[in-house]
């Protein structure tokens, strides 16, 4: 299949925390109007608005995933769609293209990250072979390791449910990268819609259980890394209690 970069040129949307409350400037609360950018270009109409932030939006995409483009070439592909004119490839040849493009820079990232973050897998490692000796930890036949807080007394979710939780995330190192308990609202998702190592361990836990999980980088976020906090090969720590199954 093509890279889901490559085909949400027409379904790009601004991403959206749900859980995240708008942050209001103290000091100025009204907004800007469009043409009052940094770079000084001005827009005249909402069309030019968004035209630009399509660009802006797919660039950034591409750029994320150290990707390099001819801009030129880009421009002129765009605008032959658009406008209707012939295309110089057929819809296939782009397919296969993009794939094996996209196969060649996943391929040269992944090797990037083996070197530049190694030290992150040997740390996580270390991390969980010291925590594995402690009486109160559990670990399952896939390394995920966990510790009860609370145990429940409800039924158990399957990984066709969805789930209501509450939850607090850190790096090994004691950083927060995400909590719920920070913001104060419960997070609801399928229990088949997050890492590996959450899968596992919400199948394992009765509803109103709480418990500390410690996960390994390949049950997590692996190579790839999550973002910006989370960095490739990080192992993460997450204390999660379980509100309810949601019907």
């Not at 660039?59 to 295309?87: I, P």
Request: net charge positive.
């Amino acid at each position: 299949m093509v890279s889901s970069t490559f085909i949400s040129l027409a379904q790009t949307k601004v991403p959206v925390n749900k859980n995240t409350k708008p942050k209001i400037n103290s000091v100025a609360t009204k907004s800007k109007s469009p043409d009052a950018t940094k770079s000084g270009m001005k827009f005249n109409s909402a069309l030019d608005s968004v035209s630009y932030a399509v660009g802006v939006l797919v660039a950034q995409n591409f750029k994320s995933q150290s990707v390099t483009l001819n801009v030129e070439m880009v421009a002129k592909g765009f605008a032959s769609v658009m406008t209707g004119n012939k295309l110089s490839m057929t819809e296939a040849e782009c397919q296969n293209i993009m794939n094996t493009f996209m196969m060649k820079n996943q391929e040269r990232q992944a090797a990037e990250n083996a070197k530049q973050f190694f030290p992150n897998k040997e740390a996580g490692e270390k991390f969980l072979a010291d925590n594995k000796k402690k009486d109160s930890v559990m670990t399952t036949a896939s390394g995920l390791q966990y510790k009860v807080i609370k145990m429940g007394t409800g039924p158990k979710p399957l990984a066709t449910d969805k789930v209501k939780t509450h939850y607090h995330g850190t790096l090994i190192d004691g950083s927060v990268f995400d909590s719920s308990v920070q913001r104060g609202e419960p997070v609801s998702f399928p229990v088949s819609g997050v890492i590996p190592g959450w899968v596992e361990a919400l199948q394992l836990m009765p509803v109103g259980s709480k418990w500390k999980l410690y996960i390994p980088q390949e049950l997590a976020y692996g190579v790839r890394g999550g973002g910006q906090t989370i960095k490739p090969y990080s192992a993460l720590v997450f204390e999660v209690e379980l509100l309810e199954i949601e019907k």
